[in-house]
């Protein structure tokens, strides 16, 4: 297996800069996911590793190897793509062995090896069956590993899941999470969906307009971001103006009808017009007031089932929460309530 190193990679398409000096690694063994909306980049990102686009400038290095003007047909990269690219006629097996005679590999061994990745992604009696005869989720894992039996370095997935329904996309991260780590390949994983990054990623590159917003482990990346974009695209935000107050060691942020207090933070100072984002997890609801508890009045309660989400007017701004059902038993708006946030989880950033 191998390291993944990208440096300083710009592509442009036309006029349109789609990627602007990206750099990053993915260590080896790590799964590494590309996130972001439609058009930032991602794909095309994923393409120049893979040799299927080149890079105006920038060098793409896979185990310290540049491979930036690599040929793909030589660069042994395995790749899944969102249509999973699988030959309709074939059946699993002629499908999963397809790379191996390409390679001109010997028929027993191509037929050991065939057996031990069905075995690995979980097809067990199906090695006969064809393309259109299988489900969408069986679909996945023959592409997956057709990838993986030519044995790459790293393997490179498209938004696989995309076509899936929601119950099998969700079975299907877990089960490439698991085959990756079994077989510590380095892998980088295209996708628009932050639940996907969350739930599969050692790292995750969030990609913002061809640029990286921030690049870190996914809980670092939900609970310390970097950017009022970052704090809003993983997980929704309460987003609220508000401008810094207080003296050293005890600044606030104050806005319409509410203050809280905050960390202070390098290159800001008491005076400034900020933006506060604050997830609605990360704040808890009481019925009674207390220390550092702010009142807050109940606008609307919709019940979700394991979840509550809360509307709360508080000041001339209104927060949305969210809490486990039990914590909402009995609430009705126009209800008072106390709010506690931990000042640590109160983000702000500059205007």
């Known amino acids: 297996m191998a390291e993944i190193r990208i440096e300083n990679i710009t592509k442009t398409f036309g006029e349109t800069q789609v990627l602007n000096n990206i750099s990053f690694q993915a260590p080896?063994?790590?799964f590494v996911s590309l996130l972001g909306p439609s058009g930032?980049?991602?794909?095309?990102?994923?393409?120049?590793?893979?040799?299927?686009e080149y890079a105006d400038s920038g060098r793409v290095l896979v185990g310290g190897k540049d491979i930036t003007a690599v040929p793909v047909e030589k660069r042994n990269i395995g790749v899944v793509f969102q249509n999973y690219a699988l030959i309709p006629h074939m059946t699993v097996f002629h499908n999963i062995a397809y790379g191996l005679k390409l390679r001109k590999m010997d028929k027993n061994e191509i037929t050991k090896r065939v057996r031990e990745y069905i075995?690995?992604?979980?097809?067990?009696?199906?090695e006969d069956r064809k393309v259109p005869q299988l489900s969408g989720g069986q679909q996945q894992r023959v592409a997956l590993a057709r990838a993986l039996i030519i044995q790459p370095p790293i393997l490179l997935l498209d938004e696989p899941l995309s076509a899936l329904d929601r119950k099998i996309r969700g079975e299907m991260q877990y089960e490439i999470r698991r085959i990756q780590r079994q077989t510590g390949i380095t892998t980088v994983f295209?996708?628009?969906?932050?639940?996907?990054?969350?739930?599969?990623?050692?790292?995750?590159?969030?990609?913002?307009n061809g640029n990286v917003?921030?690049?870190d482990t996914p809980e670092k990346l939900y609970n310390n971001p970097s950017s009022l974009y970052a704090s809003d695209f993983l997980g929704k935000a309460n987003t609220l103006d508000?401008?810094?107050?207080?003296?050293?060691?005890?600044?606030?942020?104050t806005g319409n009808g509410w203050s809280f207090p905050v960390r202070e933070k390098e290159g800001f100072a008491p005076g400034q017009k900020v933006c506060v984002a604050i997830r609605g997890e990360q704040i808890t609801m009481h019925r009674k007031p207390g220390e550092d508890f702010f009142p807050a009045k109940v606008e609307s309660v919709i019940f979700t089932g394991e979840v509550c989400r809360i509307q709360a007017g508080l000041g001339g701004d209104t927060l949305a929460i969210a809490c486990i059902n039990v914590d909402a038993e009995g609430l009705r708006p126009g209800d008072e309530i106390y709010l506690h946030i931990p000042k640590e989880k109160i983000h702000y950033f500059s205007r």
């Open 28 to 30: 080896d063994g790590h």
């Open 213 to 215: 917003e921030q690049m």
């Open 119 to 126: 075995a690995l992604v979980g097809l067990e009696g199906l």
């Open 190 to 208: 295209v996708t628009h969906d932050q639940e996907e990054a969350m739930t599969m990623s050692d790292e995750i590159l969030l990609l913002h």
């Open 242 to 253: 508000a401008v810094l107050e207080g003296e050293k060691g005890a600044w606030r942020v």
């Open 40 to 52: 930032c980049g991602k794909t095309t990102l994923l393409r120049i590793i893979a040799g299927l």
